[in-house]
């Protein structure tokens, strides 16, 4: 069974910075995308970014902000978040498909969430 655990979230003033984790247990994701998602109060889970092996994906919202990479060899990966915005502030999600995907419906496998909020 694949277990998800997200580390990094945390309060930080706009314009500010945070590294997301997302350890991944029970099997290695090496073939797997990864993607993170969030979910601000009242709306629906979103997608922010993925990446696979043919390359990564990114909302239009995070582009040039937020980037995304992975370590095979930890089976982690990571979400850098830089230039934060109040928007950002959110529940964010990791995420496993075995096919590359930025849809939320399509994942198979979810951590529990880490809260990120961003201060103005």
């Known amino acids: 069974q694949v277990q998800l655990v997200e580390f990094g979230g945390g309060l930080v003033q706009a314009g500010g910075s945070l590294r997301l984790s997302c350890a991944a247990s029970?099997?290695?994701?090496?073939?797997?995308?990864m993607g993170w998602f969030r979910q601000a109060p009242g709306l629906e889970r979103e997608f922010v970014a993925s990446?696979?092996?043919?390359?990564?994906d990114y909302a239009d919202s995070v582009k040039g902000r937020f980037a995304i990479s992975r370590d095979n060899a930890r089976n982690t990966v990571f979400l850098q978040m830089n230039s934060l915005k109040p928007e950002d502030t959110a529940v964010y999600y990791c995420?496993?498909?075995?096919?590359?995907?930025?849809?939320?419906?399509?994942?198979?496998?979810w951590g529990q969430g880490t809260q990120v909020t961003v201060s103005s």
């Open positions: 990446v696979s092996a043919s390359g990564t």
């Open positions: 995420a496993a498909e075995s096919e590359r995907a930025t849809e939320t419906r399509l994942y198979d496998y």
């Open positions: 029970g099997r290695t994701m090496n073939g797997y995308t």
